[in-house]
């Protein structure tokens, strides 16, 4: 028995040091606990989506994913850590920016119908390619083809942090009141010095017609992913298809374009039609035809993926997204309010803490003492749960957390009241616990049952609804938080409590109960 | 006997009944007032620079339009702006025109619900609710299986269950029309919580009343019960107090955003101690000797205990 306890009590004490250690050094890539939005500040938008009545399912699942990757494309670029964007149910679409606080801002950011231009690379009297090296040569900044006065945008190819090659738009060249200045993408000027690292980025210029009309995303019909059927094995590619006036200045551009020198194996940045997307460089096929007629493809090493998520990014320069306005569901956290809301509700959390641990101490004495020190193994164990699973904890789900504090003792209390009677019918320590646990334990049994009932229920009700955070995390952390409480107090502190079995302070009967009641 | 609790049955009963009376009235006279979460509309958090008093922020809002807006002030300069659905027009106009006559200040926080999201909200939220009712039904059925008379134990748990539910509605019904507290998902969650943690309580009397009854204790029931109820009472004390030191801590830290919660809570847990020791118990009784004459005329009830 005894050398069960030590086990035992070696076991706890290993649990504990390990949920400590998972608390403060990353473990399993845990870093830092999942707060919800509320708790750091950002943004929560819900849209239903907006499709014609005759669309048919397949028509809708294909706008929804159009909807969904034109809307990650867009947030990637702002760099917010960690977005959310999902699809909810058949018809709706979640986004969540942590640490965005402008709600007007993301608004529009998911709203906005893509600005989709093709552009053509900008060459020298030579009819060499434009680098950005090449401006850095003038003593005054002038466009090189003079006959181009629309700006430029430089784009050099990166390896990004996932190690994939992508087209990264690193500065434009404007003319703004007769000056010539670079700017970044908001318009504001970037000194040519903080450039320099880029001279190897491609100059691209707005692609015209013979009229000087642009070729942007609304002369474009359609873009779907298809597949190349002439070889043996079929290749994904991507077709798109012009209007009336898209075709005859595609064609004209083309025209223009293909006579260019060719190397068969090599990249022609000569001959290459950039397609952009809210300035940045989706693709840069080589034009290969002189006429196309209002259809052409694009084809390259691609992958079905790739393929569609092209076309899809295609077709969102060219269509509004299909989203009704204004959002089912918006809701903006400020980061200070997010901040303020942990500190309040560690202080609730350590103020409960401690005046459970109190009154425990000063009613039920050593064992008062032993269930609070349970009281902080479990605390730790379950933060300990919350960030290794990880829990997202938002204010009501810390709330929860609270709540389970002052939950967790009722097992305790349970016991140790047994105790008390078993002590008054003159029973030894050891057997005062033994009896003590046993009798309580159907009691703490059925009572946490209800708990769970309404912990499933709240998760139920949480997942099937918008504003779902709150009752979710509530309903999880509740749930945990009990769950483990039985453990604490069935296995953490009888194990305490069997310690002082056989030693000379487990006859100060005193010690064990404030309120002994003799017969 | 330490306590006489049965035997002042009758006051515990008409003091509750008077209780539950006056929820009852407050909730047909005053009603809830659902939240944005359930009726649409927007919630706008708004700290200026400056202190700002209310009225005049009342005021300046009716100038605006916005005669209908629900204001509650927030510590000393922060406000929650309670409107119909405002669009992202709508917000800025408001905010600007507020800040031209009260000075800079900072939207904290910003809640917007279509009236479809509400709809499906508080159709989801009738749901569990309808759930956790029948969940809390089979379960009483579950945990009373082994009583004496299960039925019996089972309706009175499920009386308790009702009082604790109409105290806490009654009192939001009355808040609601004094302060202008409305209810939310946050209401809803309290309320369940409220469910569970009083239906825990009266199970661990009753647990220990059919312990006694097993045990041949006394062959007067009323004897048994109120044994088991001194025997436990300590316990729900207890339980009852360390739930409501984290509540309160809670209540006075975290304030605002989930005063709700908390005051569900805080009012849920008091009156489901009460109701478990001096409702649910006493009724069992009541029950076992057909005194329920006692429930409705106290003097009548008085005299034919003489």
């Known amino acids: 028995m005894a050398r069960k306890n030590t086990l035992l009590l070696i076991i706890i004490l290993a649990l504990f040091a390990f949920a400590v250690c998972a608390l403060i050094y990353p473990l399993f890539d845990r870093k830092e606990m999942r707060l919800?939005?509320?708790?750091?500040?950002?943004?929560?938008?819900?849209?239903?989506?907006?499709?014609?009545?005759?669309?048919?399912?397949?028509?809708?699942?294909?706008?929804?994913?159009?909807?969904?990757?034109?809307?990650?494309?867009?947030?990637?670029?702002?760099g917010v850590t960690e977005p959310i964007i999902q699809q909810l149910g058949e018809d709706r679409i979640l986004v969540q920016l942590p640490g965005f606080t402008d709600i007007d801002a993301a608004k529009s950011l998911v709203e906005q119908t893509g600005f989709l231009?093709?552009?053509?690379?900008?060459?020298?009297?030579?009819?060499?390619?434009?680098?950005?090296?090449?401006?850095?040569?003038?003593?005054?900044?002038?466009?090189?083809?003079?006959?181009?006065?629309?700006?430029?945008?430089?784009?050099?190819?990166?390896?990004?942090?996932?190690?994939?090659?992508?087209?990264?738009?690193?500065?434009?060249?404007?003319k703004d009141n007769g000056d010539i200045k670079f700017t970044d993408a908001s318009g504001n000027p970037i000194d040519a010095t903080a450039l320099e690292e880029y001279a190897d980025a491609l100059s691209w210029i707005i692609a015209r017609g013979d009229d000087g009309t642009p070729l942007t995303g609304d002369l474009l019909a359609d873009a779907y992913a298809s597949l190349d059927q002439s070889g043996v094995v079929p290749i994904p590619q991507v077709s798109i298809e012009w209007d009336s006036e898209g075709s005859v200045i595609f064609d004209q551009i083309a025209a223009r374009l293909y006579p260019r020198p060719d190397n068969e194996n090599y990249f022609d940045?000569?001959?290459?039609?950039?397609?952009?997307?809210?300035?940045?460089?989706?693709?840069?096929?080589?034009?290969?035809?002189?006429?196309?007629?209002?259809?052409?493809?694009?084809?390259?090493?691609?992958?079905?993926?790739?393929?569609?998520?092209?076309?899809?990014?295609?077709?969102?320069?060219?269509?509004?997204?299909?989203l009704k306005k204004p959002p089912l569901y918006e809701e903006k956290?400020?980061?200070?309010?997010?901040?303020?809301?942990?500190?309040?509700?560690?202080?609730?959390?350590?103020?409960?803490?401690?005046?459970?641990?109190?009154?425990?101490?000063?009613?039920?004495?050593?064992?008062?003492?032993?269930?609070?020190?349970?009281?902080?193994?479990?605390?730790?164990?379950?933060?300990?749960?919350?960030?290794?699973?990880?829990?997202?904890?938002?204010?009501?789900?810390?709330?929860?957390?609270?709540?389970?504090?002052?939950?967790?003792?009722?097992?305790?209390?349970?016991?140790?009241?047994?105790m008390k009677e078993e002590f008054a019918t003159g029973r030894t320590l050891g057997a005062a616990i033994e009896a003590g646990f046993n009798r309580a334990w159907t009691a703490i049994r059925d009572s946490n049952v209800t708990t769970f009932i309404v912990c499933v229920i709240l998760y139920w009700l949480g997942s099937s609804i918008v504003a779902s955070a709150p009752v979710m995390g509530f309903a999880l952390t509740l749930f945990i938080g009990v769950a483990v409480s039985m453990f604490t107090a069935i296995v953490v502190t009888r194990t305490l409590l069997r310690l002082f079995v056989g030693t000379s302070l487990a006859s100060k009967t005193s010690l064990f109960s404030a309120h002994q009641e003799r017969k | 006997m330490m306590f006489d609790i049965t035997g002042k049955r009758s006051l515990f009963l008409i003091i509750s009944e008077v209780v539950i009376l006056i929820g009852i009235i407050a909730l047909v006279v005053f009603g809830l007032k659902p939240g944005i979460e359930f009726s649409s509309g927007s919630m706008l958090t708004v700290s200026f620079e400056q202190e700002v008093d209310h009225s005049e922020?009342?005021?300046?809002?009716?100038?605006?339009?916005?005669?209908?807006?629900?204001?509650?002030?927030?510590?000393?300069?922060?406000?929650?702006?309670?409107?119909?659905?405002?669009?992202?027009?709508?917000?800025?106009?408001?905010?600007?025109?507020?800040?031209?006559?009260?000075?800079?200040?900072?939207?904290?926080?910003?809640?917007?619900?279509?009236?479809?999201?509400?709809?499906e909200t508080a159709h989801n939220a009738a749901i569990a609710v309808a759930i956790a009712a029948v969940g809390i039904l089979l379960y009483i059925t579950w945990a009373f299986r082994r009583m004496?008379?299960?039925?019996?134990?089972?309706?009175?748990?499920?009386?308790?269950?009702?009082?604790?539910?109409?105290?806490?509605?009654?009192?939001?019904?009355?808040?609601?029309?004094?302060?202008?507290?409305?209810?939310?998902?946050?209401?809803?969650?309290?309320?369940?919580?409220?469910?569970?943690?009083s239906i825990n309580d009266t199970v661990v009397i009753f647990d220990r009343i059919r312990e006694n009854l097993k045990r041949g204790m006394s062959a007067d029931f009323e004897v048994v019960v109120?044994?088991?109820?001194?025997?436990?009472?300590?316990?729900?004390?207890?339980?009852?107090?360390?739930?409501?030191?984290?509540?309160?801590?809670?209540?006075?830290?975290?304030?605002?955003?989930?005063?709700?919660?908390?005051?569900?809570?805080?009012?849920?847990?008091?009156?489901?101690?009460?109701?478990?020791?001096?409702?649910?118990?006493?009724?069992l009784i009541v029950w076992e000797r057909g005194e329920w004459g006692r429930l409705v005329f106290l003097p009548q009830a008085k005299a034919k205990e003489a």
């Open chain 1, 36 to 78: 919800g939005l509320d708790l750091i500040g950002g943004v929560h938008l819900v849209y239903q989506a907006d499709f014609p009545e005759d669309a048919t399912g397949e028509e809708r699942a294909a706008g929804m994913e159009r909807a969904l990757i034109t809307i990650e494309k867009r947030i990637d670029k702002y």
């Open chain 1, 117 to 174: 231009e093709f552009r053509e690379v900008e060459l020298n009297e030579e009819e060499q390619p434009v680098y950005l090296g090449d401006y850095f040569q003038q003593d005054e900044l002038q466009f090189i083809n003079e006959q181009e006065t629309g700006n430029r945008v430089f784009v050099i190819d990166v390896v990004n942090a996932e190690g994939e090659r992508e087209h990264k738009t690193v500065a434009f060249l404007a």
């Open chain 1, 269 to 322: 940045p000569e001959r290459a039609l950039g397609i952009f997307l809210d300035n940045t460089l989706l693709s840069a096929p080589e034009v290969n035809a002189q006429k196309f007629e209002g259809r052409g493809v694009i084809t390259g090493n691609f992958t079905r993926e790739e393929v569609s998520e092209l076309a899809n990014l295609l077709k969102s320069g060219a269509l509004p997204m299909p």
């Open chain 1, 333 to 418: 956290v400020s980061a200070t309010l997010g901040a303020d809301f942990i500190d309040m509700s560690l202080k609730a959390g350590i103020i409960g803490l401690i005046l459970v641990m109190l009154f425990m101490i000063i009613y039920y004495r050593l064992p008062g003492v032993l269930a609070s020190l349970a009281l902080v193994f479990y605390a730790a164990l379950v933060l300990a749960i919350f960030k290794l699973i990880p829990v997202t904890l938002t204010l009501a789900g810390i709330g929860g957390f609270v709540l389970s504090i002052g939950m967790a003792v009722d097992a305790n209390v349970l016991i140790f009241e047994r």
């Open chain 2, 57 to 119: 922020l009342e005021q300046e809002l009716v100038n605006l339009g916005y005669t209908n807006a629900i204001i509650q002030g927030i510590g000393e300069s922060d406000f929650l702006i309670r409107t119909p659905e405002l669009s992202g027009e709508d917000k800025a106009a408001l905010e600007d025109a507020l800040s031209a006559r009260f000075g800079s200040l900072s939207e904290r926080e910003f809640h917007s619900v279509s009236p479809m999201v509400a709809t």
């Open chain 2, 148 to 197: 004496p008379r299960p039925f019996h134990y089972g309706v009175c748990a499920i009386i308790a269950l009702v009082h604790d539910v109409v105290v806490v509605l009654g009192i939001f019904a009355i808040f609601g029309a004094i302060l202008n507290w409305e209810i939310n998902l946050m209401f809803i969650t309290g309320v369940l919580a409220v469910i569970g943690y």
């Open chain 2, 226 to 283: 109120n044994n088991s109820l001194v025997e436990t009472m300590s316990r729900s004390l207890n339980t009852c107090l360390t739930t409501l030191f984290v509540v309160l801590a809670l209540l006075f830290f975290v304030g605002a955003s989930i005063q709700n919660f908390a005051v569900v809570l805080l009012v849920g847990i008091v009156s489901g101690t009460y109701s478990s020791i001096c409702i649910a118990a006493p009724l």
